[in-house]
């Protein structure tokens, strides 16, 4: 029985847009925050704590990205084409937040507000439109003759436009937890105070989706409650309202870093239903990742430098954060 070289792919791209979710979902989330505080020393301790890390996060889209192209090539043609305009809205919403970080600390102060601006302007429109990509990959994608055969504002759909703004509820509480973790004193306590009803408008987020979702797709419907599937998939569910429950009580008794932990569980949990709900598609509803392989030699060729690298990609990522590990204080931090 040889090597699935797809199956292998698929893990790795999985695991790349999954650590970049988390790593890049915490940095947009604290952009989304700026408006609940005003106080500019308290903005600057929120970017601080991610400026020494944030550029570095968005290895990991660029290694699914190349992942797609290399391993599945008909995937990233179609996926490409059916939301072309969704990812330059996402990709122009990232460049405005990387401008902010590396220009708000070096304007003077009467211009930092036009930073913060593009800070948040920059936050919103990435979640928003990774949320819109996202949507629009579980509704399906029409494909006719190994081409895009829907239209380029297919997108613009009840579905899709939900699922943007449940990301940036998602993404948001990240972001608070993250400085729940980070901060201390009196912004560590508002972020407390805002992780609460953060986490409660999330939970309705998924309890809507999680019914939309199968109502709207009948293959999805299946998977998830014909038999046994049911017995297997259940844990899923029940680990998101026991998350949901230990998160409201560790915020309740001003844990630090047991917030994130369990928006990080709440994040994967949500990832993994994803899978389950698609798998073994890479382009739903129909098409396989078998079905848009490359030749396998295309695949083993580019596996050997997936190998190498990714190891190096964790390697620096968990140096750098361990480098900068600790609390943040107002005086400290990036310059």
Not at 41 to 50: F, I, K, L, Q
Not at 90 to 116: C, N, P, S, T, Y
Not at 130 to 143: A, E, K, M, N
Request: proline share 6%; net charge neutral; aromatic share 14%.
């Amino acid at each position: 029985m040889g090597i699935d070289l797809s199956l292998i792919w698929a893990a790795i791209i999985s695991f790349g847009v999954m650590m970049y979710v988390v790593m890049d979902g915490f940095d947009l989330g604290i952009g989304m925050l700026y408006p609940f505080f005003k106080d500019s020393h308290d903005r600057d301790v929120m970017m601080n704590t991610v400026a020494p890390v944030w550029d570095g996060n968005e290895t990991w889209l660029v290694l699914g990205g190349a992942g797609l192209f290399a391993a599945f090539p008909l995937a990233y043609a179609v996926i490409l084409s059916a939301l072309y305009l969704p990812l330059v809205f996402m990709l122009i919403g990232l460049v405005f937040r990387g401008v902010a970080f590396e220009f708000r600390f070096k304007a003077r102060e009467e211009q930092r507000h036009l930073w913060d601006k593009a800070f948040i302007g920059g936050s919103l429109a990435a979640t928003f439109f990774q949320g819109v990509v996202l949507g629009t990959f579980i509704d399906g994608i029409p494909v006719a003759d190994g081409q895009f055969a829907g239209g380029a504002l297919d997108w613009l759909a009840p579905f899709p436009l939900f699922c943007g703004l449940g990301l940036i509820v998602a993404y948001s509480l990240l972001g608070c937890t993250w400085l729940i973790m980070k901060t201390e004193g009196r912004l560590q306590r508002r972020m407390h105070d805002l992780a609460r009803p953060l986490t409660l408008v999330l939970l309705a987020v998924i309890g809507i989706l999680s019914l939309w979702t199968p109502l709207a797709h009948e293959t999805i419907a299946r998977r998830w409650f014909s038999l046994p599937n049911l017995v297997w998939f259940l844990p899923v569910p029940l680990l998101v309202l026991l998350s949901v429950r230990a998160l409201l009580r560790s915020v309740a008794n001003n844990d630090h870093a047991r917030p994130f932990l369990l928006t990080l569980a709440l994040i994967f949990l949500g990832y993994s239903g994803l899978i389950i709900s698609l798998w073994p598609n890479i382009i739903p509803p129909a098409i396989s990742i078998h079905d848009a392989a490359a030749p396998p030699q295309s695949q083993g060729f580019t596996l050997v430098g997936a190998l190498l690298i990714i190891p190096v990609i964790l390697g620096y990522t968990a140096w750098s954060y361990y480098v900068f590990r600790g609390k943040v204080r107002h005086g400290e931090g990036y310059h």
